[in-house]
Structure formats: structure tokens, C-alpha cells
């Protein structure tokens, strides 16, 4: 069965400190894994997609087949970071379905 | 450019009634996608539109449905409502899957409550 766990529903740390929110999927096939943000009062976005390899607002993330996982990491996490962030999977484009985590909310305090 | 535009952002209605929620996606996308966010459940997958067409739905029961109209805006309706249809219902548009694409642009929402 498809899933995404993210293992977290909380995650709190101070202003400065790294942060790592854990995503693990199950997919038998080559999935797409995404990271969405969500912050105050503000609409579900798109953070970054693993297969553009990019860095968006500091943040990275890498597919790790082998564990099945897509944590995304920042090194130096700051006030504005503070949000609810969702991990999720496509499996295929043929479906159109994205299949997402529960959700961590990260709150970055001062 | 305008984001993808939902209405109306709150309903409420009872037991047995029937809610029609409407989605304007952004210009130039096709495809529109409808996802439930009820409480403790996460997002979950309701139905994916492209070129007026439903080409995907969830594990949801027949009396969620919807179309898509030839401009590419669409509707979600629920029949006979029940309580725990009680949830938040966020739109969200792409370009047409056949393009590759499949990046979703979300919208802010319709709070549907059932009374």
C-alpha cells in the first residue's frame, strides 16, 4: 500500500538550531516525493519537489531509496520557519493523486 | 495573476442537505484536483478532473461527486450530507498531467460544517 508517515506531529526548536522533519514513505514503484508548507493563515504551497534537487528558504531534502525516507532539513532554523509542513508522494501521473503525511508542525521559538 | 479561487469559504448545512462547492483553478491549468482535510485525517485524495473529464477518484462513496465545466472550473458535490463530512475541502489545479506536469496549486479552502 502507498503511505507517507511523518513520525512527528510536533517539532520545536530554538531559533539557530538545525532541524530535520522526518518523512518515510511505502511505494513499491519509483515515486515523486514532495514537501508542502503551510504557514499562518496562508495556503497550502509547494516547498520543493525531490526531483528538482534544489534548496528553497535554506531547506533541502533528499531521497534515500534504500530507507525509503525524504526528511527535510535545514541547518539554521529561523522564527519565519515556523509552520505546518507535509510531506506527500506520487506514485504515478497517471492517477493525479498525491498521497500526503499527517503533517509537522514546526514551531521555531526565540 | 489570481491563484486558484474557491467559494464559498464557509458553508453550513444539516444532516441530509446537499453542498455544492465551486473551484476556479489558474488560468492555463487544466486539470483541477479535490482533496478533504477533516479533523485528525489529513489530506485525502476526492477527485481529479483534466480536460472535463474525472479521471481519478478516491476512496470516497458515490455521493461525492462533481464535474468540470469547459472552462476548466469545476464543482464538488456532496449529497446527504453526514456529519463527518464536516471538513475543510482545498482545490487545487495543475497544468494537464499529459504535460508532465504535476505541481498542485492549492486554494484556500471551503469549510464545509454539517449540522
Known amino acids: 500500500a502507498q503511505r507517507v508517515t511523518q513520525p512527528e506531529k510536533l517539532l520545536s526548536v530554538f531559533k539557530g538550531a538545525p532541524v530535520e522533519l522526518k518523512c518515510n514513505y511505502s511505494?513499491?514503484?519509483?515515486?515523486?516525493l514532495f514537501w508542502y508548507v503551510q504557514y499562518s493563515r496562508q495556503r497550502l504551497q509547494l516547498l520543493l519537489r525531490?526531483?528538482s534537487r534544489e534548496s528553497i528558504k535554506g531547506f533541502t531534502a533528499d531521497l534515500n531509496k534504500g530507507e525509503t525516507s525524504f526528511h527535510l532539513k535545514k541547518p539554521f532554523a529561523q522564527e519565519e520557519d515556523s509552520a505546518m509542513y507535509y510531506c506527500?508522494?506520487?506514485?504515478?501521473?497517471?492517477?493525479?493523486?498525491?498521497?500526503f503525511g499527517q503533517g509537522t508542525t514546526l514551531q521555531v521559538k526565540p | 495573476e489570481a491563484g486558484v479561487t474557491q467559494s464559498p469559504t464557509h458553508l453550513i448545512k444539516t444532516r441530509g442537505q446537499q453542498a455544492t462547492l465551486r473551484c476556479s483553478p489558474i488560468?492555463?491549468?487544466?486539470?483541477v484536483y479535490w482533496y478533504q482535510q477533516a479533523l485528525g485525517l489529513g489530506l485525502q485524495f476526492l477527485l481529479w478532473?483534466?480536460?472535463?473529464?474525472?479521471?481519478n477518484r478516491g476512496n470516497f462513496p458515490p455521493r461525492f461527486s462533481g464535474r468540470q465545466f469547459p472552462n476548466y472550473s469545476s464543482e464538488l458535490n456532496v449529497n446527504a450530507l453526514e456529519l463527518e463530512d464536516s471538513a475543510l475541502y482545498l482545490c487545487?489545479?495543475?497544468?494537464?498531467?499529459?504535460?508532465?506536469?504535476?505541481?498542485?496549486?492549492f486554494g484556500a479552502g471551503s469549510r464545509l460544517t454539517v449540522l
Open positions: 488560468s492555463g491549468h487544466t486539470s
Open positions: 511505494y513499491s514503484g519509483s515515486p515523486e
Open positions: 487545487a489545479s495543475s497544468l494537464s498531467l499529459a504535460s508532465g506536469a504535476n505541481v498542485l496549486t
Open positions: 506527500a508522494l506520487s506514485g504515478s501521473s497517471n492517477t493525479g493523486k498525491l498521497i
Open positions: 525531490h526531483i
Open positions: 478532473y483534466d480536460e472535463g473529464e474525472e479521471r
